[in-house]
């Protein structure tokens, strides 16, 4: 009798065990693809405003060629 309660207290101290390295091994993982995540973000939203910047510049210089030709005076 004592021996299967010793066995079963060593059981849930095992299983106790291994929940506890799956909670930390989840915690890391989940933090390096938080972190990756959040550097994926961010070069996304900068290549974004480098685009939309340079969208905007050709923008400009496209129409500003269209009325240099197109509406001239004289």
Same mark, same amino acid.
């Given at each position: 009798? %004592?021996?299967? &309660?010793?066995? !079963?207290?060593? !059981?849930?101290? !095992?299983?106790?065990?291994? @929940?506890?390295?799956?909670?930390?091994?989840?915690?890391?993982?989940?933090?390096?693809?938080?972190? %990756? #995540?959040?550097?994926?973000?961010?070069?996304?939203?900068? *290549?974004?405003?480098?685009?939309?910047?340079? &969208?905007?510049?050709? @923008?400009?210089?496209?129409? *500003?060629?269209?009325? #240099? *030709?197109?509406?001239?005076?004289?």
């Amino acid at each position: 009798m %004592v021996t299967a &309660e010793l066995i !079963q207290e060593f !059981q849930l101290l !095992q299983n106790s065990r291994a @929940n506890r390295f799956a909670d930390e091994m989840a915690d890391m993982i989940l933090l390096s693809v938080d972190t %990756v #995540n959040e550097k994926l973000n961010s070069s996304l939203g900068k *290549r974004g405003t480098m685009l939309f910047a340079l &969208e905007k510049g050709l @923008n400009a210089k496209v129409i *500003r060629k269209l009325r #240099n *030709r197109f509406l001239k005076k004289g």
